[in-house]
């Protein structure tokens, strides 16, 4: 048996009639969010530094967790 991740091609699988394989990683995604959960429907890998710094942050206030500066201080 052989194992792919997926990242490099198909690994010998084929996509479904009407399905296509791409290189594309983060175009849109669903978020779910709930007063103490946000559930992303898309891993923070795809998208650009300043795009998940931001993403991480926004996530982060709707938790009501304050963010600390890089120096560990509020």
């Known amino acids: 048996?052989?194992?792919t991740s997926f990242e490099d091609g198909l690994g010998g699988w084929t996509a479904p009639a009407g399905w296509t394989a791409t290189t594309r990683v983060f175009e849109d995604g669903a978020v779910i969010t709930t007063p103490d959960t946000v559930l992303l429907g898309f891993g923070l890998e795809g998208l650009a530094?300043?795009?998940?710094?931001?993403l991480v942050r926004r996530a982060m206030t709707h938790l009501k967790?304050?963010?600390?500066t890089?120096?560990?201080v509020r």
């Not at 530094?49 to 931001?54: G, I, K, T, V």
């Open 65 to 68: 967790i304050k963010p600390k």
């Open 49 to 54: 530094p300043a795009a998940r710094d931001d």
């Open 1 to 3: 048996m052989s194992a």
């Open 70 to 72: 890089r120096s560990g």
